[in-house]
Every structure is written in C-alpha cells, then in structure tokens.
C-alpha cells in the first residue's frame, strides 16, 4: 500500500462526499414531483385499517409539504445507495489488503442487502399486523386520525429496528473473525439470545404479542443463520492449516 500525504486523503474524502450529496440530490428532483404518492405508499398499511370516511391528520401547519419531502429524501438516499456504497468502495478500497477486501466487501453488500430487507420486512408483514391491531383495540367513540409526522416517526423507528435486527448475522461474522468470540461461545450464548430478542422486541413494538414475535423470532433465526456462516468462513482456513 502506498502511503499518501494527509491532505490527499482529505481531498479525495471531500470529493466522495459530494459525489454522495449529489447523487441523493439528483434522484431526490427526479422524485419531488410524486412525493405525495411517495407518502400515500408508505402511509397505507394503516389506511387499509382506518374506518370508513377516516383519514390521517397533519397538526403542523407546515406538515403536508415537509413530510412527504421528508419520505421521499429519505426513498431517494434508498436508490442512490449503490453510488453511495461505490464512493465508499473507492475511498477505503486502496488502502486494504487483499484478504480484508475479500472480506469487507461482501459484508458490505450483504450489510445493505439486509438492512432493506429488513424494512421490507417490518413494511409488508409487520405493519398489517400491528396497524391492524391498534385499530381493533380502538375505544369505541375515539377517532383513530394519526398525525402524518407522527406517523412518519412510529414508521422510520421501525424500520431502524427491523433494519438493524436483521444486521445480525454480519455482528455475528465479524466479531467472530476478529476474535472477540469464538463458534462455541457463539453457540452457548443461544439461549441469552433468545431471551434478549424477546426482551429487545418487547421495548421497541408495541405492546401486542404477535408483532413482538415477529420482530424476535426473526432476531433469533439470523443468529442462528450467522453461527452458520461463520462456520462456513472458518473452514477453509481450518482445512488449511490441518
């Protein structure tokens, strides 16, 4: 690896970024003109559930502009990610070894690739469940009218928590690589996994049991799948050095 001054380096961080910026932008005007239809997709798993002639509420006076802008920031960062990662890619690549590229890389995709599907995940199954839920435990006479940017917050936090449930197995590949526990210890933990999953979906779902097992389950499950493929990693350089 070929050492380069500490001004080089920052230059080609400040270009990478704006690299970043600039696709988020870019894809960010191509959505502006549907971000109400951007908001509509990501807000009906709970209109599906509202009672007839019910409707979401905005409080804000400026709400209805800047949460739709919000969503489709946010679905616009989604899009350009393969940029991103790019940029990322070709700032650290050189100065990594071959092995650790072998490595980091496809960690790196299956990172991203979990992540989404992840919020897939908490959107196409858990949000039916728990919007559904919340609407049959309504009190009869009290209007179920969320406000759009509290909605915007319940959702996001989800994702973030589906999301970063199904970054598992890379924990779990890492820190097995670098050392800090080995397969055994990884195994002997399962059942404080277990009651850990349930523990962490009991905070941050709501408080009914069948999106807690949702988010649990599949907390334990990856787990499971990481012991695997840390196993599977580990062979070749068991066989080797046998």
């Known amino acids: 690896m070929n050492e380069q001054p500490l001004l080089v380096h920052l230059i080609e961080l400040r270009t990478r970024l704006v690299r970043v910026v600039a696709g988020v932008l870019l894809v960010f005007a191509a959505l502006f003109h549907w971000s109400g239809d951007i908001y ?3 807000a009906r798993p709970l ?3 509202l ?9 804000d006076v400026t709400a209805p502009f800047f949460v739709p802008i919000k969503v489709t920031l946010l679905v616009a960062f989604l899009v350009s990610l393969p940029n991103t990662l790019y940029q990322v890619w070709a700032f650290v690549a050189p100065g990594l070894y071959a092995h650790e590229k072998r490595l980091i ?13 992840g919020m897939a995940f908490a959107y196409f199954l858990v949000f039916p469940v728990v ?28 994702f973030v ?27 002997r933990a399962r059942s404080y996994v277990i009651v850990g999953a349930f523990v962490i979906a009991a905070i ?16 334990w499950l990856l787990y499971e799948f990481g012991i695997v493929m840390s ?8 066989e080797k050095t046998a």
């Open 40 to 42: 509509h997709l990501l």
């Open 47 to 49: 209109l599906d559930v």
């Open 51 to 59: 009672p007839a002639g019910a409707s979401m509420i905005a409080t």
């Open 105 to 117: 890389l496809p960690l790196l995709f299956s990172s991203v690739v979990l992540f989404l599907a």
């Open 131 to 158: 919007f559904g839920f919340l609407s049959a435990v309504t009190p009869e006479g009290v209007a179920m009218a969320t406000d759009i940017d509290k909605y915007l917050s319940f959702v996001l936090g989800m």
């Open 161 to 187: 928590a589906f999301g970063v449930t199904f970054e598992v197995p890379v924990v779990v590949i890492v820190l097995n690589r670098m050392g800090v526990v080995s397969l055994e210890q990884l195994r």
């Open 204 to 219: 941050v779902t709501p408080p009914d049991v069948l999106s807690q097992i949702m988010l649990a389950v599949p907390l």
């Open 231 to 238: 196993a599977v990693i580990n062979r070749p350089s068991a």
